[in-house]
């Protein structure tokens, strides 16, 4: 059953070329990933510094094997000081009966 993630990052001001530097790497990565089906991003448009990052996967399996990346040897290390608060990320099934 596909998995969707829901990743919200806020930006510092100040960092808004740089996180598009970084982010513009770091979908790249991910959208390369197996098992990823596709990521969209969009920007909230009441304030342009807030991303959330729409990932489909293949699988819960896929998604996990995703984080498990992220934490070790695909961490993002440039991304913590551009950001002004914590990532917040949901996870989801997609139920094609509702």
Sequence with gaps: MAVIAILQLTFKPEAADA???VMSRVLKETR???GCVRVDSVVDAQDP???RFIETWESAERDAEYRKFRAGEGAITD???L???APSLS???????V
């Design 79 to 81: 991304l913590g000081p």
């Design 19 to 21: 996180a598009r530097e």
């Design 91 to 97: 996870l989801g099934t997609v139920d094609a009966d």
């Design 49 to 51: 510094n807030t991303w």
């Design 83 to 85: 950001l002004a608060g």
């Design 32 to 34: 390369a990933f197996p």
